[in-house]
């Protein structure tokens, strides 16, 4: 085994992304869904291509994360670009160390290599997310400013209640490719006061959310799927950026300070894009509402799109995407059946679950 994901001793890069973040001022235009800062407007050079692998070590790596993982690697190759390994431990319940180490050494095996990451170091050093809580907070805090974000005090059992009672929109019940129901609006207000003074605040003690445009479509073109569609209000609703503590005890991964909650996915995954200089992401195709709703964030906090390249699923032999439930294709499982990185990564080997 590798050494794995070792806590690194550098201190935490508050490089020009925070800086950034603490001012109040919107740094772009905003321009329908992209956000073009004022020296794009002159024709300029792409940046050098950066990609990044963004595993959460919740559990072993499958054959869908191999297949996924790879293309990352291979459409970084192919741009002769930068390909960042970021560790996206910010699940106090379930990051488990052994997990995250077990994910670096399966990628390597399958002949995936990153130029920066937690074990090799780097310039947007720690790349682990249980040590970036600083930048994350800071995201935060310039969405309260800018008045996008509402506390929300519905506990899960009050939200199971509100999403099983009939509802008139079509769209009120969790959507089985998608992590999160449309919210009911139990706590959302009418309108949401700018807070020039958040640069105090904390995020404890209650979720926050973000409250979507109702009914603006969030269009896009995937590189791999084509042109995408999503509306706001609909296909998804307004969703959590920072959620309160778990009950269950300090993490298990990394230095997260103890007691200002958790950043969700969405706003880590933003906050780090930018602030890791991403400009392609690749990553499974379940991620397709994500992407909408982090180009809502990305208009909020000024930051620039990435582009987006999804992945098509792996499905098992009855058509069940695969999660780390699949214990019989787990990268680790076919490794010790004899199957080599070729046919883990070949399109015809046969899943059986
Ligand atoms: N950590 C996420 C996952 O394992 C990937 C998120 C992303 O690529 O944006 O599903």
Same mark, same amino acid.
């Given at each position: 085994m590798n050494p794995g994901c070792p806590i690194l001793a550098t201190p935490l890069s508050l490089g020009w992304e925070t800086a950034n973040l603490n001012s109040t001022q919107p740094s772009a235009i905003s321009t329908g869904y992209n956000v @073009? #800062? @004022? #020296?794009s407007l002159i024709p300029s050079p792409a940046p050098p291509y950066r990609g990044r692998l963004a595993p959460s070590p919740t559990g072993c790596l499958h054959l869908g994360h191999a297949r996924t993982f790879f293309a990352a690697f291979q459409r /970084?190759? %192919? %741009? *002769?670009? !930068?390909? @960042?390994?970021r560790m996206e431990d910010l699940d106090p319940d379930r990051s488990r160390t052994e997990y995250a180490d077990a994910a670096l050494e399966d990628l390597r095996w399958l002949g995936i290599h990153w130029h920066e990451g937690p074990d090799v170091g780097g310039p947007y050093a720690p790349y682990a997310q249980s040590q970036r809580n600083p930048i994350y907070l800071a995201a935060w805090r310039r969405l309260v400013q800018r008045g996008f974000l509402y506390p929300c005090r519905c506990s899960r059992k009050d939200l199971a209640v509100a999403l099983s009672a009939p509802h008139e929109s079509a769209n009120s019940g969790q959507d089985p490719l998608d992590d999160e129901p449309v919210y009911p609006g139990t706590c959302r207000p009418a309108q949401i006061q700018m807070q020039p003074t958040a640069n105090d605040m904390q995020p404890e003690g209650c979720n926050w959310r973000f409250r979507v445009p109702d009914g603006e479509a969030i269009e896009f073109n995937d590189l791999n799927l084509g042109p995408q569609r999503f509306i706001a209000g609909v296909d998804f609703g307004d969703f959590v950026v920072w959620r309160r503590d778990s009950k269950s005890g300090p993490p298990r991964t990394g230095l997260r300070p103890w007691?200002?909650?958790?950043? #969700?996915?969405?706003?880590a995954s933003v906050a780090d894009d930018a602030a890791m200089a991403i400009t392609e992401v690749v &990553?499974? %195709? *379940?991620?397709?509402? #994500? !992407? /909408? &709703?982090?180009i809502l964030?990305? &208009? %909020?906090?000024?930051f620039s799109n990435p582009s987006w390249f999804h992945c098509h699923l792996a499905v098992d032999h009855q058509g069940r995407r695969l999660a780390k439930r699949h214990d019989a294709l787990s990268i680790r499982t076919l490794r010790q059946r004899g199957f080599t990185p070729a046919d883990i990564l070949s399109t *015809?080997?046969?899943i059986e679950a």
């Amino acid at each position: 085994m590798n050494p794995g994901c070792p806590i690194l001793a550098t201190p935490l890069s508050l490089g020009w992304e925070t800086a950034n973040l603490n001012s109040t001022q919107p740094s772009a235009i905003s321009t329908g869904y992209n956000v @073009v #800062s @004022v #020296s794009s407007l002159i024709p300029s050079p792409a940046p050098p291509y950066r990609g990044r692998l963004a595993p959460s070590p919740t559990g072993c790596l499958h054959l869908g994360h191999a297949r996924t993982f790879f293309a990352a690697f291979q459409r /970084a190759h %192919a %741009a *002769d670009g !930068t390909l @960042v390994m970021r560790m996206e431990d910010l699940d106090p319940d379930r990051s488990r160390t052994e997990y995250a180490d077990a994910a670096l050494e399966d990628l390597r095996w399958l002949g995936i290599h990153w130029h920066e990451g937690p074990d090799v170091g780097g310039p947007y050093a720690p790349y682990a997310q249980s040590q970036r809580n600083p930048i994350y907070l800071a995201a935060w805090r310039r969405l309260v400013q800018r008045g996008f974000l509402y506390p929300c005090r519905c506990s899960r059992k009050d939200l199971a209640v509100a999403l099983s009672a009939p509802h008139e929109s079509a769209n009120s019940g969790q959507d089985p490719l998608d992590d999160e129901p449309v919210y009911p609006g139990t706590c959302r207000p009418a309108q949401i006061q700018m807070q020039p003074t958040a640069n105090d605040m904390q995020p404890e003690g209650c979720n926050w959310r973000f409250r979507v445009p109702d009914g603006e479509a969030i269009e896009f073109n995937d590189l791999n799927l084509g042109p995408q569609r999503f509306i706001a209000g609909v296909d998804f609703g307004d969703f959590v950026v920072w959620r309160r503590d778990s009950k269950s005890g300090p993490p298990r991964t990394g230095l997260r300070p103890w007691g200002v909650g958790v950043p #969700s996915y969405q706003l880590a995954s933003v906050a780090d894009d930018a602030a890791m200089a991403i400009t392609e992401v690749v &990553r499974g %195709a *379940d991620l397709l509402k #994500s !992407t /909408a &709703r982090q180009i809502l964030l990305n &208009r %909020a906090l000024g930051f620039s799109n990435p582009s987006w390249f999804h992945c098509h699923l792996a499905v098992d032999h009855q058509g069940r995407r695969l999660a780390k439930r699949h214990d019989a294709l787990s990268i680790r499982t076919l490794r010790q059946r004899g199957f080599t990185p070729a046919d883990i990564l070949s399109t *015809d080997l046969p899943i059986e679950a």
